[in-house]
Every structure is written in structure tokens, then in C-alpha cells.
């Protein structure tokens, strides 16, 4: 063989190797990007939501007493609770 020969059949085995088959039948290309699809339908609520009631209940007096006792620096306390437990 002469160098030029060499050469392509070189050129050709390393093209060759660098080329992706992907038959129908295989696991590749069956479930090629289901992780990502899984992943975004994880990500995404509900676009068009059914609900019973459009406005939740509220009671007017409730929010007055809660924005009386706001003005009178009286606001209830939270319970403080503990991530951690003491032993």
C-alpha cells in the first residue's frame, strides 16, 4: 500500500468511529430525554386549575381586630417552636 491509501484508510476508521448509531429498536433511542421530560413535569403545576369557589372565605371582622391590635402594638405572639429537641 502507498502512504496515501494509509491515510484514508485511516481518515475512515477514525470518522467511522466517531459516528452514532441508533437502531428503533434499542433502550438509547426509546427513551432518549424521558429523564428530562419526567423532571419538568415535576416542575410544572397544574396551568388551568378547577376550583370549587373562586374567592376563599374571609371575615371582615377578624381582619379589623387583626389590624386594630397592629395599631395598638398588641399582635399576637407566635409560638415559638424548636427544630431541635433537648435531651
Do not use: W
Not at 370549587?52 to 371575615?59: F, M, R, W
Amino acid at each position: 500500500m502507498n502512504c496515501r491509501t494509509c491515510i484514508l484508510l485511516s481518515a475512515a476508521t477514525l470518522l467511522a468511529a466517531c459516528s452514532t448509531t441508533q437502531r428503533s429498536g434499542s433502550l438509547e433511542a426509546s427513551t432518549f430525554g424521558e429523564a428530562m421530560k419526567a423532571t419538568l413535569a415535576a416542575q410544572v403545576t397544574d396551568p388551568a386549575p378547577q376550583y370549587e369557589y373562586l374567592d376563599p372565605a374571609t371575615s371582615a371582622e377578624h381582619a379589623a381586630a387583626a389590624v386594630d391590635r397592629y395599631r395598638k402594638d398588641a399582635v399576637k405572639k407566635p409560638e415559638r417552636i424548636s427544630s431541635t429537641s433537648a435531651r
